[in-house]
């Protein structure tokens, strides 16, 4: 686990999260989540009802939102998306869904993939 702030597996949080440093979320959060120059990670099991927007996220757990990297974005294995993604690198590993558009958006050009 990266340095930074740990969101417990018991911990329920409503409401604007904003930070500086990276942020690994294992329980729920529900609001929205600004990370700058760093990164989210949902981990396995976490429930996240939020819009997230961080320089990198990496989803294992549910979130139900839109994503918005300034590097990438990548979801693992068992990892649940409800909404739009948008980054420069998107990976998506065997056994993740996403329901939502994904907007490849690199320095100089945009790509739609449906």
Known sequence: MQNG???GSSLVIKGQISAREPI???G??????????HNVTVEPG??????ISA???IV????????SADLRIQ???GAEVDGDIVAPKIAVEDGAVLRGKVQVAGHD?????A
Do not use: F, N, P, Q
């Not at 976490?46 to 819009?51: G, L, M, R, S, W």
């Not at 050009?109 to 993939?113: A, E, K, L």
């Open 5 to 7: 702030a740990h969101i």
């Open 24 to 26: 690994s979320i294992s």
């Open 28 to 37: 729920r959060v529900e609001g929205s989540i600004d990370v700058e120059g």
């Open 46 to 51: 976490a429930h996240v009802a939020a819009d």
């Open 55 to 57: 320089a990198g996220i």
């Open 60 to 67: 294992s757990g549910a979130v139900k939102g839109s994503l």
């Open 75 to 77: 979801l693992r294995a």
């Open 109 to 113: 050009r945009v790509t739609m993939v």
